[in-house]
């Protein structure tokens, strides 16, 4: 399969579908560009080559057709800035004017796309959408990791024009090599942290993780379910009743396939949802009446320390605790160190999901783990062994 290294972009025009889906205040001035930076280097990979980077992307929730609220204008001059040269804008995505720009495009020009979705065919990936929009580029380039999960006519459908010259950008590239490093090659044991509240949001993960890892611990807001499904008493901690059964079935199949399941054996607990509240360290199936599990405790926190860095391979995807309370952030705090502490060691770490990325950050520990990844949904259903679209598309499967 080529790659954006090995292919020759001299003299072509590059159709490069990014994600531009940026946060941005009420004067419409972009609060948050890690994304925009994230596709920089694949853009100016075409611009050395001597090719013309045509740009696409969908920006804000257009409801019906175009909007000046959602209108790609209110990025063209940050993406300006950050690549150093003027870039163009077309006022449509599609279209004999826009084909007419993106031709008369010369060497290391820069054309950026109107918002795919004012058009209703982005979204229900109509291929004759795909079609106009495949016109505007002679190479089609994905590094959209973002909206990978999607089956849209810029993100999948369009990879049917491009037989021949189709691709990952850097950061799709460096998102699936480093995901495949856990999920399809990892070195042993490999440990799984999952956090969040919810059992009901991660049970196909937890599920797909069981035929995969050695180790998987379960913590954060979900602990709860486990440990009433087992009799114990949370008191007023987070808890699915509807879910115990499924706790229960958990369990049973992490034992039938080996796998070490861990589920914290002390708590913090407060009798309050507070930063503020009083606290006690309690073991985790006699959280009294009132109170509420919000962290895990130093025994728990002993015991994932030892597994964790003993471990070749870990994927963190949620905190252990109310990171967002200081009070409540130790547990998280010592996952992130003892992660920190493995990758030294030589193990591979990988870290997704907002509130795992928001915790190492906070922390201060992003830079000694093996990789972060950028992706929300779509990296959630990849760990749930699916098939992203805009990653088969590329890879012709």
Not at 39 to 44: D, E, G, L, S
Not at 133 to 152: K, M, P, Y
Not at 177 to 186: T, Y
Not at 212 to 228: A, R, S
Request: with cysteine.
């Amino acid at each position: 399969m080529q790659t954006i290294d090995t292919y020759d972009f001299s003299g072509k025009r590059a159709l490069i579908r990014v994600d531009f889906n940026v946060p941005v205040n009420e004067k419409f001035e972009i609060t948050d560009d890690t994304r925009m930076k994230a596709a920089i280097p694949t853009i100016k990979k075409v611009i050395k080559d001597g090719g013309s980077p045509v740009i696409m992307s969908h920006f804000g929730r257009p409801k019906n057709g175009p909007e000046k609220a959602s209108s790609m204008c209110h990025l063209v001059k940050h993406l300006s800035e950050l690549l150093g040269q003027p870039v163009k804008l077309a006022p449509d995505c599609i279209g004999e004017e826009v084909k007419k720009m993106t031709v008369a495009l010369k060497p290391g020009e820069v054309l950026l796309l109107e918002n795919l979705r004012f058009h209703k065919g982005e979204t229900a990936g109509d291929e004759s959408f795909a079609k106009e929009l495949s016109e505007n580029g002679d190479c089609w380039v994905n590094d959209a990791f973002g909206t990978a999960h999607r089956a849209h006519a810029s993100t999948s459908v369009i990879a049917k024009f491009f037989p021949n010259d189709k691709m990952f950008g850097y950061l799709i590239e460096k998102e699936v090599i480093n995901l495949d490093k856990v999920m399809l090659k990892p070195s042993r044991p490999f440990t799984a942290i999952m956090g969040g509240s919810k059992v009901s949001s991660k049970i196909t993960i937890i599920e797909n993780l069981l035929n995969k890892v050695d180790n998987l611990i379960l913590g954060g807001g979900m602990t709860y379910t486990f440990v009433k499904a087992n009799g114990g008493n949370v008191g007023n901690s987070l808890c699915e009743d509807d879910y115990l059964q499924t706790a229960i079935d958990i369990q049973k199949k992490a034992k039938e396939k080996g796998v070490k399941l861990f589920i914290a054996t002390d708590v913090v607990a407060a009798d309050s949802f507070s930063n503020d509240a009083k606290t006690q360290i309690v073991k985790s199936d006699e959280i009294p009446a009132g109170w509420e599990g919000l962290d895990v405790g130093p025994e728990t926190n002993k015991k994932l320390k030892e597994i964790i860095e003993s471990s070749g391979t870990i994927l963190w995807n949620g905190p252990v605790g109310v990171f967002e309370f200081d009070t409540f952030a130790v547990g998280s705090h010592a996952v992130a160190e003892a992660i920190v502490a493995a990758t030294k060691k030589g193990a591979f770490s990988l870290i997704g999901g907002g509130d795992s990325v928001a915790c190492i950050n906070k922390f201060g520990l992003a830079d000694g783990v093996s990789y972060i990844s950028t992706a929300g949904g779509a990296l959630l259903e990849y760990l749930e062994g699916k098939t992203l679209p805009g990653i088969a598309a590329v890879r012709g499967k």
